[in-house]
Protein backbone atom coordinates (compact mmCIF):
# COMPACT_ATOMS: atom_id res chain seq x y z
CA UNK A 1 0.00 0.00 0.00
CA UNK A 2 0.90 3.29 0.02
CA UNK A 3 2.05 5.06 3.01
CA UNK A 4 3.39 9.02 2.43
CA UNK A 5 5.84 10.19 5.14
CA UNK A 6 9.52 9.82 6.61
CA UNK A 7 9.23 8.50 9.82
CA UNK A 8 9.64 4.88 8.59
CA UNK A 9 11.97 5.44 6.12
CA UNK A 10 14.14 7.37 8.88
CA UNK A 11 14.19 4.79 11.33
CA UNK A 12 14.97 2.31 8.55
CA UNK A 13 17.76 4.16 7.29
CA UNK A 14 19.14 5.88 10.32
CA UNK A 15 19.88 9.55 11.14
CA UNK A 16 23.39 9.62 10.31
CA UNK A 17 24.31 11.13 6.90
CA UNK A 18 24.24 8.76 3.77
CA UNK A 19 28.17 8.11 2.71
CA UNK A 20 27.54 8.88 -1.29
CA UNK A 21 25.86 12.25 -2.54
CA UNK A 22 23.10 12.39 -4.65
CA UNK A 23 20.98 14.14 -7.85
CA UNK A 24 17.54 13.96 -6.53
CA UNK A 25 14.93 14.27 -9.22
CA UNK A 26 11.36 15.10 -8.80
CA UNK A 27 8.73 15.70 -10.93
CA UNK A 28 5.49 14.12 -13.26
CA UNK A 29 6.67 13.26 -16.38
CA UNK A 30 10.44 12.95 -17.94
CA UNK A 31 12.34 12.33 -14.99
CA UNK A 32 13.21 8.92 -15.45
CA UNK A 33 14.94 9.77 -18.85
CA UNK A 34 16.36 12.56 -16.97
CA UNK A 35 18.36 10.04 -14.01
CA UNK A 36 19.14 7.75 -17.03
CA UNK A 37 20.79 10.85 -18.91
CA UNK A 38 22.42 11.98 -15.87
CA UNK A 39 23.80 8.81 -14.53
CA UNK A 40 25.47 7.66 -17.98
CA UNK A 41 26.76 11.13 -18.01
CA UNK A 42 28.22 10.37 -14.82
CA UNK A 43 29.71 7.11 -15.59
CA UNK A 44 31.36 8.77 -18.81
CA UNK A 45 33.27 10.78 -16.37
CA UNK A 46 34.50 7.79 -14.35
CA UNK A 47 32.94 8.92 -11.33
CA UNK A 48 31.64 5.73 -9.38
CA UNK A 49 27.64 5.84 -9.57
CA UNK A 50 24.64 4.55 -8.88
CA UNK A 51 20.42 4.79 -9.90
CA UNK A 52 17.38 4.31 -8.11
CA UNK A 53 14.45 4.84 -10.12
CA UNK A 54 10.66 3.02 -9.69
CA UNK A 55 9.20 1.40 -11.00
CA UNK A 56 10.73 -1.32 -11.90
CA UNK A 57 10.77 -2.93 -15.21
CA UNK A 58 10.66 -6.78 -15.39
CA UNK A 59 12.46 -7.67 -12.22
CA UNK A 60 12.40 -5.98 -8.88
CA UNK A 61 16.02 -5.50 -8.89
CA UNK A 62 16.29 -3.63 -12.19
CA UNK A 63 15.31 -0.64 -10.34
CA UNK A 64 19.08 0.03 -9.25
CA UNK A 65 21.97 0.62 -11.17
CA UNK A 66 25.92 0.72 -10.23
CA UNK A 67 27.88 2.38 -13.01
CA UNK A 68 25.08 1.36 -15.50
CA UNK A 69 24.92 -2.13 -14.84
CA UNK A 70 21.61 -3.72 -13.09
CA UNK A 71 22.13 -4.84 -9.82
CA UNK A 72 23.08 -8.56 -9.09
CA UNK A 73 20.21 -10.36 -7.54
CA UNK A 74 21.88 -12.27 -5.23
CA UNK A 75 23.29 -8.94 -3.86
CA UNK A 76 19.78 -7.26 -4.52
CA UNK A 77 18.23 -9.83 -2.03
CA UNK A 78 20.99 -10.05 0.73
CA UNK A 79 20.73 -6.46 1.24
CA UNK A 80 16.88 -6.28 1.24
CA UNK A 81 16.63 -9.60 3.72
CA UNK A 82 19.22 -7.40 6.01
CA UNK A 83 16.31 -4.41 5.25
CA UNK A 84 13.52 -6.63 6.38
CA UNK A 85 15.09 -7.93 9.53
CA UNK A 86 15.93 -4.46 10.42
CA UNK A 87 12.34 -3.65 9.88
CA UNK A 88 10.88 -6.76 11.51
CA UNK A 89 13.36 -6.13 14.67
CA UNK A 90 12.28 -2.85 14.86
CA UNK A 91 8.71 -3.00 14.59
CA UNK A 92 8.76 0.00 11.91
CA UNK A 93 6.24 -1.50 9.76
CA UNK A 94 7.76 -0.05 6.49
CA UNK A 95 5.94 -0.31 3.37
CA UNK A 96 7.46 -1.67 0.54
CA UNK A 97 8.47 1.02 -1.36
CA UNK A 98 10.31 2.25 1.93
CA UNK A 99 12.08 -1.23 2.47
CA UNK A 100 12.86 -1.02 -1.88
CA UNK A 101 14.31 2.52 -1.17
CA UNK A 102 16.48 1.42 1.90
CA UNK A 103 17.66 -1.17 -0.24
CA UNK A 104 18.92 0.79 -2.73
CA UNK A 105 20.61 3.41 -0.69
CA UNK A 106 22.18 0.42 1.42
CA UNK A 107 23.57 -1.25 -1.67
CA UNK A 108 25.12 2.37 -3.07
CA UNK A 109 26.87 2.71 0.27
CA UNK A 110 28.43 -1.47 0.19
CA UNK A 111 29.34 -0.48 -3.37
CA UNK A 112 30.79 2.92 -2.42
CA UNK A 113 29.64 4.80 -5.25
CA UNK A 114 30.48 8.51 -5.08
CA UNK A 115 26.90 10.23 -6.88
CA UNK A 116 23.88 8.23 -6.53
CA UNK A 117 21.03 9.55 -9.02
CA UNK A 118 17.59 9.09 -7.53
CA UNK A 119 14.24 9.29 -8.82
CA UNK A 120 11.36 9.98 -6.55
CA UNK A 121 8.95 7.77 -6.47
CA UNK A 122 5.21 9.86 -5.67
CA UNK A 123 5.72 13.45 -4.91
CA UNK A 124 8.79 14.44 -3.13
CA UNK A 125 7.70 16.41 -0.10
CA UNK A 126 6.73 13.45 1.83
CA UNK A 127 8.11 10.34 -0.22
CA UNK A 128 10.58 7.95 0.81
CA UNK A 129 13.74 9.13 -1.50
CA UNK A 130 13.27 12.27 0.82
CA UNK A 131 15.52 11.19 3.32
CA UNK A 132 18.86 12.22 1.49
CA UNK A 133 19.01 15.61 3.42
CA UNK A 134 22.02 16.67 1.56
CA UNK A 135 21.65 16.25 -2.13
CA UNK A 136 24.29 18.01 -4.18
CA UNK A 137 21.57 19.58 -6.48
CA UNK A 138 18.00 18.44 -7.22
CA UNK A 139 15.72 18.93 -10.34
CA UNK A 140 12.54 19.23 -10.54
CA UNK A 141 10.91 18.24 -13.94
CA UNK A 142 7.05 18.73 -16.11
CA UNK A 143 4.89 18.67 -13.73
CA UNK A 144 1.30 17.99 -14.52
CA UNK A 145 -1.50 15.99 -13.17
CA UNK A 146 -1.53 12.69 -11.58
CA UNK A 147 -1.85 10.53 -8.60
CA UNK A 148 -4.02 13.21 -7.54
CA UNK A 149 -5.60 11.44 -4.52
CA UNK A 150 -2.09 11.57 -2.87
CA UNK A 151 -1.16 14.89 -4.13
CA UNK A 152 -4.22 17.13 -4.78
CA UNK A 153 -6.10 17.81 -7.67
CA UNK A 154 -4.58 21.13 -8.43
CA UNK A 155 -0.69 22.00 -10.52
CA UNK A 156 -0.04 24.13 -7.15
CA UNK A 157 -0.73 21.58 -5.01
CA UNK A 158 1.35 19.35 -7.18
CA UNK A 159 3.81 21.30 -7.37
CA UNK A 160 4.08 22.23 -3.76
CA UNK A 161 4.71 18.33 -3.30
CA UNK A 162 6.96 17.92 -5.76
CA UNK A 163 9.17 21.08 -4.50
CA UNK A 164 9.48 19.34 -0.93
CA UNK A 165 12.99 17.52 -1.98
CA UNK A 166 14.49 21.23 -2.50
CA UNK A 167 16.82 22.08 0.34
CA UNK A 168 18.55 24.96 2.23
CA UNK A 169 21.35 26.28 0.06
CA UNK A 170 21.29 23.11 -2.40
CA UNK A 171 21.12 24.41 -6.25
CA UNK A 172 17.95 23.29 -8.61
CA UNK A 173 17.68 22.62 -12.24
CA UNK A 174 13.74 23.17 -13.35
CA UNK A 175 11.91 22.68 -16.12
CA UNK A 176 11.20 26.51 -16.95
CA UNK A 177 8.63 25.37 -19.51
CA UNK A 178 6.10 24.51 -16.29
CA UNK A 179 3.00 26.32 -15.91
CA UNK A 180 3.37 30.07 -14.54
CA UNK A 181 1.39 28.76 -11.33
CA UNK A 182 3.90 26.03 -10.55
CA UNK A 183 7.08 28.17 -11.72
CA UNK A 184 5.84 30.69 -8.97
CA UNK A 185 4.96 27.84 -6.08
CA UNK A 186 8.73 26.46 -6.60
CA UNK A 187 10.10 29.83 -6.07
CA UNK A 188 7.93 30.47 -3.07
CA UNK A 189 8.65 26.98 -1.85
CA UNK A 190 12.59 28.07 -2.45
CA UNK A 191 12.33 31.48 -0.88
CA UNK A 192 11.02 29.74 2.42
CA UNK A 193 13.25 27.07 3.11
CA UNK A 194 16.84 29.35 2.05
CA UNK A 195 17.11 26.82 -1.35
CA UNK A 196 20.35 27.39 -3.33
CA UNK A 197 20.23 28.96 -6.95
CA UNK A 198 17.17 28.35 -9.12
CA UNK A 199 18.13 27.70 -12.61
CA UNK A 200 15.59 27.35 -15.13
CA UNK A 201 15.84 26.04 -18.62
CA UNK A 202 14.18 28.05 -21.04
CA UNK A 203 13.06 27.44 -24.75
CA UNK A 204 13.79 29.74 -27.14
CA UNK A 205 11.11 28.96 -30.77
CA UNK A 206 10.73 26.02 -28.78
CA UNK A 207 13.95 24.75 -28.46
CA UNK A 208 15.59 23.82 -24.41
CA UNK A 209 18.81 26.05 -24.13
CA UNK A 210 21.75 24.53 -22.97
CA UNK A 211 25.73 24.62 -23.85
CA UNK A 212 25.21 20.90 -23.98
CA UNK A 213 23.61 21.41 -28.02
CA UNK A 214 26.93 23.01 -28.70
CA UNK A 215 27.73 19.39 -28.96
CA UNK A 216 24.52 17.61 -29.44
CA UNK A 217 22.45 17.36 -32.65
CA UNK A 218 19.04 18.70 -31.83
CA UNK A 219 17.92 17.30 -35.13
CA UNK A 220 18.16 13.71 -33.66
CA UNK A 221 15.86 14.63 -30.52
CA UNK A 222 12.50 15.76 -29.77
CA UNK A 223 10.98 18.83 -27.78
CA UNK A 224 10.53 17.04 -24.51
CA UNK A 225 13.69 14.99 -25.09
CA UNK A 226 15.85 17.67 -25.78
CA UNK A 227 14.66 19.19 -22.18
CA UNK A 228 15.29 16.23 -20.31
CA UNK A 229 18.56 16.22 -21.56
CA UNK A 230 19.55 19.89 -21.11
CA UNK A 231 18.17 19.21 -17.11
CA UNK A 232 20.44 16.17 -16.95
CA UNK A 233 23.23 18.04 -18.15
CA UNK A 234 22.70 21.65 -15.81
CA UNK A 235 22.34 18.65 -12.70
CA UNK A 236 25.85 16.76 -13.39
CA UNK A 237 27.52 19.79 -14.04
CA UNK A 238 26.68 21.23 -10.95
CA UNK A 239 26.98 18.36 -9.04
CA UNK A 240 30.81 17.53 -10.71
CA UNK A 241 31.77 21.29 -10.15
CA UNK A 242 30.44 21.13 -6.58
CA UNK A 243 32.41 17.47 -6.02
CA UNK A 244 35.42 19.02 -7.23
CA UNK A 245 36.00 16.63 -10.46
CA UNK A 246 37.23 17.65 -13.52
CA UNK A 247 35.33 16.92 -16.71
CA UNK A 248 35.31 17.96 -19.99
CA UNK A 249 31.41 18.37 -21.78
CA UNK A 250 32.38 16.32 -25.13
CA UNK A 251 33.04 13.47 -22.42
CA UNK A 252 28.70 13.54 -22.44
CA UNK A 253 27.92 13.18 -26.10
CA UNK A 254 28.68 9.35 -26.70
CA UNK A 255 26.88 8.83 -23.14
CA UNK A 256 23.73 11.15 -24.37
CA UNK A 257 23.74 9.34 -27.72
CA UNK A 258 23.94 6.03 -25.99
CA UNK A 259 21.46 6.45 -23.48
CA UNK A 260 18.83 3.83 -23.56
CA UNK A 261 15.51 3.85 -21.62
CA UNK A 262 13.24 1.43 -22.17
CA UNK A 263 9.23 1.65 -22.71
CA UNK A 264 9.47 5.29 -23.64
CA UNK A 265 9.37 5.80 -27.55
CA UNK A 266 10.86 2.48 -27.94
CA UNK A 267 11.00 1.20 -31.19
CA UNK A 268 10.34 -3.18 -30.51
CA UNK A 269 10.45 -6.16 -32.32
CA UNK A 270 7.92 -8.38 -31.65
CA UNK A 271 8.40 -11.06 -34.62
CA UNK A 272 9.34 -14.15 -32.09
CA UNK A 273 6.05 -13.15 -30.35
CA UNK A 274 4.03 -13.04 -33.76
CA UNK A 275 5.40 -13.41 -36.67
CA UNK A 276 5.13 -9.66 -37.34
CA UNK A 277 8.48 -8.23 -39.75
CA UNK A 278 7.32 -4.65 -38.58
CA UNK A 279 8.80 -2.88 -35.54
CA UNK A 280 6.11 -1.97 -33.09
CA UNK A 281 6.20 1.53 -31.02
CA UNK A 282 6.38 0.94 -26.91
CA UNK A 283 5.57 3.64 -24.58
CA UNK A 284 4.32 3.48 -20.82
CA UNK A 285 2.38 6.68 -21.71
CA UNK A 286 0.42 7.12 -18.18
CA UNK A 287 -1.11 10.40 -17.69
CA UNK A 288 -1.95 13.46 -19.99
CA UNK A 289 0.94 15.56 -20.49
CA UNK A 290 2.80 12.11 -21.06
CA UNK A 291 -0.19 10.48 -23.79
CA UNK A 292 -0.06 14.29 -25.46
CA UNK A 293 3.70 13.87 -26.18
CA UNK A 294 3.09 10.51 -27.72
CA UNK A 295 0.19 11.27 -29.65
CA UNK A 296 2.12 14.09 -31.25
CA UNK A 297 5.03 11.60 -31.96
CA UNK A 298 2.75 9.27 -33.21
CA UNK A 299 0.79 11.62 -35.43
CA UNK A 300 4.00 12.61 -37.11
CA UNK A 301 5.96 9.80 -36.83
CA UNK A 302 3.12 7.00 -38.09
CA UNK A 303 0.44 8.60 -38.96
CA UNK A 304 2.02 10.20 -42.47
CA UNK A 305 1.70 7.02 -44.71
CA UNK A 306 -2.29 7.77 -44.05
CA UNK A 307 -3.22 4.65 -42.53
CA UNK A 308 -5.20 3.93 -39.27
CA UNK A 309 -2.81 2.77 -35.92
CA UNK A 310 -3.71 -0.02 -33.93
CA UNK A 311 -3.52 -0.06 -30.66
CA UNK A 312 -3.47 -2.28 -27.30
CA UNK A 313 -3.54 -0.19 -24.49
CA UNK A 314 -4.01 -1.05 -20.64
CA UNK A 315 -4.24 1.31 -17.86
CA UNK A 316 -4.18 1.09 -14.18
CA UNK A 317 -7.01 1.84 -11.82
CA UNK A 318 -7.72 5.75 -11.08
CA UNK A 319 -6.37 7.11 -14.64
CA UNK A 320 -8.38 9.62 -16.56
CA UNK A 321 -9.50 8.12 -19.64
CA UNK A 322 -10.96 10.93 -21.23
CA UNK A 323 -7.68 12.51 -20.88
CA UNK A 324 -5.18 10.07 -21.76
CA UNK A 325 -7.28 8.15 -24.47
CA UNK A 326 -8.10 11.74 -26.90
CA UNK A 327 -4.74 12.66 -27.64
CA UNK A 328 -3.78 9.17 -28.85
CA UNK A 329 -6.94 7.55 -31.18
CA UNK A 330 -7.91 8.81 -34.13
CA UNK A 331 -11.53 8.03 -36.19
CA UNK A 332 -10.69 4.70 -37.84
CA UNK A 333 -8.11 3.37 -35.22
CA UNK A 334 -8.27 -0.45 -34.03
CA UNK A 335 -8.24 -0.48 -30.11
CA UNK A 336 -7.47 -3.69 -28.19
CA UNK A 337 -8.38 -2.82 -25.22
CA UNK A 338 -6.02 -5.45 -22.24
CA UNK A 339 -5.75 -5.38 -18.74
CA UNK A 340 -1.25 -5.98 -17.04
CA UNK A 341 -1.44 -8.91 -14.86
CA UNK A 342 -0.07 -8.52 -10.94
CA UNK A 343 2.84 -6.07 -10.08
CA UNK A 344 5.99 -7.69 -7.86
CA UNK A 345 5.30 -6.30 -4.48
CA UNK A 346 3.06 -3.84 -5.19
CA UNK A 347 -0.02 -5.31 -4.73
CA UNK A 348 -2.05 -1.96 -4.39
CA UNK A 349 -1.26 -1.54 -8.31
CA UNK A 350 -4.45 -2.84 -9.97
CA UNK A 351 -5.34 -2.97 -14.14
CA UNK A 352 -8.77 -0.94 -15.32
CA UNK A 353 -10.87 -3.18 -16.27
CA UNK A 354 -10.75 -3.79 -20.51
CA UNK A 355 -14.28 -3.31 -20.75
CA UNK A 356 -14.35 0.15 -19.37
CA UNK A 357 -11.34 1.22 -21.48
CA UNK A 358 -13.36 -0.50 -24.49
CA UNK A 359 -16.68 1.62 -23.38
CA UNK A 360 -14.65 5.16 -23.06
CA UNK A 361 -12.61 4.77 -26.11
CA UNK A 362 -15.79 4.07 -27.92
CA UNK A 363 -16.88 7.45 -26.86
CA UNK A 364 -14.04 9.21 -27.35
CA UNK A 365 -13.83 8.85 -31.24
CA UNK A 366 -15.50 6.17 -33.72
CA UNK A 367 -12.86 3.24 -34.18
CA UNK A 368 -13.08 0.98 -36.87
CA UNK A 369 -12.28 -2.19 -34.87
CA UNK A 370 -12.25 -2.73 -31.28
CA UNK A 371 -12.35 -4.82 -28.86
CA UNK A 372 -11.68 -6.02 -24.73
CA UNK A 373 -9.20 -9.01 -24.91
CA UNK A 374 -10.22 -11.83 -22.67
CA UNK A 375 -7.24 -14.95 -23.26
CA UNK A 376 -3.94 -13.76 -22.19
CA UNK A 377 -1.68 -10.78 -23.42
CA UNK A 378 0.09 -13.15 -25.69
CA UNK A 379 -3.15 -13.89 -27.71
CA UNK A 380 -3.80 -10.36 -27.29
CA UNK A 381 -0.82 -9.39 -29.02
CA UNK A 382 -1.37 -11.62 -32.01
CA UNK A 383 -4.79 -11.04 -32.36
CA UNK A 384 -3.26 -7.09 -32.72
CA UNK A 385 -1.10 -7.78 -35.16
CA UNK A 386 -3.41 -9.96 -37.64
CA UNK A 387 -5.65 -6.59 -37.22
CA UNK A 388 -2.79 -4.39 -37.81
CA UNK A 389 -1.13 -6.19 -40.85
CA UNK A 390 1.56 -3.98 -41.62
CA UNK A 391 0.16 -0.72 -40.71
CA UNK A 392 1.51 1.15 -37.35
CA UNK A 393 0.99 -0.48 -34.15
CA UNK A 394 1.09 0.95 -30.70
CA UNK A 395 1.36 -0.28 -27.15
CA UNK A 396 0.77 2.25 -24.60
CA UNK A 397 -1.13 3.60 -21.88
CA UNK A 398 0.87 1.66 -18.60
CA UNK A 399 4.44 0.91 -17.29
CA UNK A 400 2.98 -1.75 -16.04
CA UNK A 401 2.07 -3.33 -19.75
CA UNK A 402 5.57 -1.99 -20.54
CA UNK A 403 7.15 -4.35 -18.09
CA UNK A 404 4.28 -7.57 -19.08
CA UNK A 405 5.38 -7.38 -23.17
CA UNK A 406 9.18 -7.33 -22.37
CA UNK A 407 9.12 -9.97 -19.77
CA UNK A 408 7.42 -11.71 -22.90
CA UNK A 409 10.28 -11.25 -24.97
CA UNK A 410 12.62 -11.68 -22.55
CA UNK A 411 10.96 -15.11 -21.40
CA UNK A 412 10.29 -17.01 -24.80
Not at 11 to 25: D, K, N, Q, T
Not at 61 to 79: A, G, H, P, Q, Y
Amino acid sequence: MIELGLARISRLVGESALPWRAIHVAGTNGKGSVCAYASSMLHACGVPCGRFTSPHLIDRWDCITVNEKVVEESLFRRTERRVQLINEQEGIGASEFELLTATAFEIFAQEKIKIGVVEVGLGGRLDATNIIKDPLVTVITKIGKDHEAFLGSTLTEIAYQKAGILKVDVPSIVDGTNPKEVLNVIAEVSKDIGAGMLRYIEEITGQPQSEIWALLSRAAYLRHQQMNISLAYEAVTLALSQSRISFVPVQFVTAIEHSIWPGRLQTLNIKSLTGRSQPILLDGAHNAQSAAVLGSYVDEALRKCGKPVTWLIALSKGKDLQDILSPLLKKGDNLVAVEFGPVDQMPWVQPMSAVDILGKARAVVELDRSWAAQGSLLDALQNCVKTSGERPMVIAGSLYLVSDVLRLLRNI
